[in-house]
Each structure stands twice: as C-alpha cells, then as structure tokens.
T-cell receptor, first 112, second 114 residues
C-alpha cells in the first residue's frame, strides 16, 4: 500500500465545513483512496472512497486531484459528533489477507 | 439491520485461560476479519475468512484460532491467554474480498489479560 501523509491535528467550528487533506504522491494506478474515522473508544467507521472522480455520499465529499497525488475529505457541516481521528488510506480494493494500514491520521476537533 | 455485533464488550482473563470472542453480521457479507489494535501499533490483522468454511492467517495469528461455519458468524478463540494479548479486538466485514466498498467494523472487545 502507498504511504499517506496527513496533518496531525485540525480544528473546526461547529456548523462549518471541515476540509481534511491527504497527500499520497506515490499512489499506484489501481489503488483507491479510502477514508475512515475512529471516534474515541469505538470501532473504525468507513466514510467514503474513490479512484479518480470526486465522490459524495451522505457523510462527506471526497475531492481527488487530477494527478491523484492528493485528496481532501470534506465534512460540509461539522458537528461535535464528528470529533474523531480521520485516516486516509490508499490500497487496492479489499484484498483478502491484506490489512488496513492506519497511519497516525488527523485528529479533528470540532468545537461550539 | 444491526451491522457487525461483537460480544463481550469487556473481558478480563487470567493468564492461561481460554475464551471466545464472538462476531456476527447480518449483512450477508462474505468477507470477515479480526484485527487487534494496540497503542502506537495501528490495526494488525489476525485472521480472515473469504466465505463459510474458508479461513486463513493474517499477520499476527499466533495464539488465536478461528472458524467460519456460517456466513454470519466468525468467532475468535484465544487458546491460552497471555498478557501480550491484552488489546482491543475488532471484527470487520465486507461483501466480498475484492469489493471496492469499505469495511464495516464492530464496536470492539476490550480484553485485559492479567
């Protein structure tokens, strides 16, 4: 799996958009970008994934640059419950026997 | 639709005891896996299964056994608990091994071995 780089921490005001960047300059052509988050003491939660097109679901939007070397996860209206560690992962989709590799992630703190 | 259910949520064992961590999913997922999460170590894959009757080892399988007799259940057995197995254990599943979608994780079992 390619390596990713994320800022260690970010702050966001409640109700504002949270934009979490991720650098993955060594991504391979068949690797997707996945985002997960882990709220304290809970299991990781899948958020969104994409290959090269921008993606949106009920939780977030994913913007991938044209060269695929970086991406941004957007939480459009952050709430206090979005406070968590956010992990950006690049991998070939769900290969059996290959572990999800969570780096250090970005700790997002949402405050009122 | 309960997702992935893990039981128990907390457990304290004495060294040498055995126990089974339960994992059940109701999403008809073929792929199931067990991870342990330790501070500073990230997630480490213990065992996984691509379907009923098929299991295989991950990167840290020693001291653990699994079986997959049904699509829904994937229990993890600790044969003789050791303090090094103190960890948080997560079960995760997906439709198939090659699906593009993400994994669904359970809420975890926090195990302490004394």
């Amino acid at each position: 799996d390619a390596k990713t780089t994320q800022p260690p921490s970010m702050d966001c005001a409640e109700g504002r958009a949270a934009n979490l960047p991720c650098n993955h300059s060594t991504i391979s052509g068949n690797e997707y970008v996945y985002w997960y988050r882990q709220i304290h003491s809970q299991g990781p939660q899948y958020i969104i994934h994409g290959l090269k097109n921008n993606e949106t679901n009920e939780m977030a939007s994913l913007i991938i640059t044209e060269d695929r070397k970086s991406s941004t996860l957007i939480l459009p209206h952050a709430t206090l419950r979005d406070t968590a560690v956010y992990y950006c992962i690049v991998r070939v989709p769900n290969q059996a026997g290959t572990a999800l590799i969570f780096g250090k992630g970005t700790t997002l703190s949402v405050s009122s | 639709n309960a997702g992935v259910t893990q039981t128990p949520k907390f457990q304290v064992l004495k060294t040498g005891q055995s126990m089974t961590l339960q994992c059940a999913q109701d999403m008809n997922h073929e792929y199931m896996s067990w991870y342990r999460q330790d501070p500073g170590m990230g997630l480490r894959l213990i065992h996984y299964s691509v379907g009923a009757g098929i299991t295989d080892q991950g990167e840290v399988p020693n001291g653990y056994n699994v079986s997959r007799s049904t699509t829904e259940d994937f229990p993890l057995r600790l044969l003789s608990a050791a303090p090094s197995q103190t960890s948080v254990y997560f079960c995760a599943s997906s439709f198939t091994a090659g699906t593009q979608g993400g994994y669904t994780f359970g809420s975890g079992t926090r195990l302490t071995v004394v």
